[in-house]
Antibody, heavy 127, light 107 residues
Framework: QVQVVQSGAEVKKPGASVKVSCKAP????????FHWVRQAPGQRLEWMGW????????KYSQNFQGRVTITRDTSATTAYMELSSLRSQDTAIYYC????????????????????WGQGTMVTVSS | DIQMTQSPSSLSASVGDRVTITCQAS??????LNWYRQKPGKAPELLIY???NLETGVPSRFSGSGSGTDFTFTISSLQPEDVATYFC?????????FGPGTKVDFK
């Protein structure tokens, strides 16, 4: 069964940074994109950003612009999400999700979906 | 940004019941709409992609329809393992957005 495996829970103080990793199966790593989605207690899923593992292109949600950085290491088949200037409202479960890239025509893309999710990483921000 | 709404926010049903959830986008997204199930304490899992396509390995009791701004997700016969929260999610060139979720439990 194909899985992506995330790093373990983190406890951080306000103002600090956190970096979460997401290891994916090797042979197809660069054929996918990897997104980061978080879920605060009782809240809806919130999209943070993504990286195309093939060409390293990134795009971030405006809600996190300037605070989030997503990278990948193709040799380690791992994607990373770093969130800086942490505050208590950043306490949440952070998920990595693999997205198949589908295909795109002149108007839009098709068959893009998060087909595999990591187990989630709990990040707690507390003084 | 495209906003997503869902209704109802929660529902209670019995085993074998037909369950329907709707999702609405704030602007035309064609069929760029996916559905996920999130069981308690677990990560979400993909059920339907591009509005009406059943993901490989997903039981046929799940189905989806719609295009443009209005979408429907149906469970034809609710099973015990379907106690979960269901989310719709759109994708476009600017990013991804999720609906608020519909919590399904048993009467």
């Amino acid at each position: 069964q194909v899985q992506v495996v995330q790093s373990g829970a983190e406890v951080k103080k306000p103002g600090a940074s956190v970096k979460v990793s997401c290891k994916a199966p090797g042979h197809t790593f660069t054929s996918y994109a990897f997104h980061w989605v978080r879920q605060a207690p009782g809240q809806r899923l919130e999209w943070m950003g993504w990286i195309n593992a093939g060409n390293a292109d990134t795009k971030y949600s405006q809600n996190f612009q300037g605070r989030v950085t997503i990278t990948r290491d193709t040799s380690a088949t791992t994607a990373y999400m770093e969130l800086s200037s942490l505050r208590s409202q950043d306490t949440a479960i952070y998920y990595c999700a693999r997205e198949r890239l589908g295909y795109c025509d002149t108007i839009r893309c098709h068959q893009r979906a998060f087909d595999i999710w990591g187990q989630g990483t709990m990040v707690t921000v507390s003084s | 940004d495209i906003q997503m709404t869902q209704s109802p926010s929660s529902l209670s049903a019995s085993v074998g019941d037909r369950v329907t959830i709707t999702c609405q986008a704030s602007q035309d997204i064609s069929n760029n709409l996916n559905w996920y199930r999130q069981k308690p304490g677990k990560a979400p899992e993909l059920l339907i992609y591009d509005a009406s396509n059943l993901e490989t390995g997903v039981p046929s009791r799940f189905s989806g329809s719609g295009s443009g701004t209005d979408f429907t997700f149906t469970i034809s016969s609710l099973q015990p393992e379907d106690v979960a929260t269901y989310f719709c999610q759109q994708y476009d060139h600017f990013g991804r957005t999720f609906g608020p979720g519909t919590k399904v439990d048993f009467k």
